[in-house]
Every structure is written in C-alpha cells, then in structure tokens.
C-alpha cells in the first residue's frame, strides 16, 4: 500500500443561496495500491461527507461535494520535509498577515505550553 494526499473541495450552501457560498478544502492522507485507487477512494470519501441539516440558526446547510483537486503520492517522509504548498494573493495583504496571525495564536491557546 502507498500513501497519498488528496484535496478534496466541497460547496457549503446556506439557506437556499441567501448567504454568500462557501467553500472548504479538506487534506487527506490516504492508503491505496496506486493513484488510481486513491483518486477514486477520495471521490468516495467526498460523496460520504455530503448531508444536509438544519444550523443552531435554523438555517438549512447543504454541504456537496464538487471533486478532487489534487492527489500526491507521499514516497518517504523526512522530517522537515514540505509535502504541500499554496499560493494565496489576496488585495488587503495586512488583513491576510492578521488573519493567518490569529489563527496561530488559536493553535497557541489551545496548548499553553508553547508560552
């Protein structure tokens, strides 16, 4: 068995389109005999997470899957090693840079003994 990751892109509507689309991009690591196994293991995994219910505000949520972006083959992992890489360009870079800031210090908070 080889291991891979897969990017997998689902649509998240909110109350029948009233609220602006969302999109979330999911990393899997996946085990399969080769990248064929793997492509159609992550679209099985992408179909499986689609559903519909009802949010604490009583907004009708549909989550559907669009497909599969990307597939690696992960050979041998060293330590350090990057297996993936995104590019962002965004107008308001500093919000960026705020945001991407605050989501560390998320990570940060939740385990107190990086302080």
Known sequence: MHRYLAKLMFNINIDNGTHNTQFDEQTRLLEARNIEDAFHKARAIGKQEEETFVNHDNKLVDWKFIDVTD????????????IYSTTYEREDANSFIRFIRQKSMVI???SLTFA
């Open 71 to 82: 597939l690696y083959a992960l050979e041998q992992l060293k330590d350090g090693e990057q």
């Open 108 to 110: 940060q908070a939740k």
